[in-house]
C-alpha cells in the first residue's frame, strides 16, 4: 500500500507534517490536492503503527496515491 506524503496547496508541494500544522491552524481545511490527479486528499496524523499520510476524499483507482480498497 502506497503511502502519500506530500501533496499540492495552491500549486506548491506540501508535505504531511506541513499540512497538519495548515489544518491545526487554519479555519477550515485548505485545499490539498494530489500530486498525481489533482483530486481533492485530506492529511490524516499517524496514530499506532500508521505513520502521517494524505488521503484522497474519494478512492481513485486510475491513481497510483490512491489507496484501493482491500
Ligand atoms: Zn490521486
Known amino acids: ?3 502519500m506524503t506530500d501533496c499540492t496547496l495552491n500549486g506548491a508541494v506540501v508535505d504531511i ?3 497538519i500544522d495548515m489544518k491545526d491552524t487554519a479555519d477550515s481545511t485548505p485545499d490539498f490536492r494530489c500530486n498525481e490527479c489533482n483530486q481533492p486528499v485530506r492529511p490524516h496524523r499517524s496514530g499506532g503503527h500508521v505513520s502521517a499520510h494524505f488521503e484522497h476524499l474519494e478512492r481513485n483507482p486510475n491513481c497510483s496515491q ?3 480498497a482491500s
Do not use: I, P, R
Request: aromatic share 0%.
Open 66 to 68: 490512491s489507496h484501493v
Open 1 to 3: 500500500m502506497a503511502t
Open 17 to 19: 507534517d506541513a499540512a
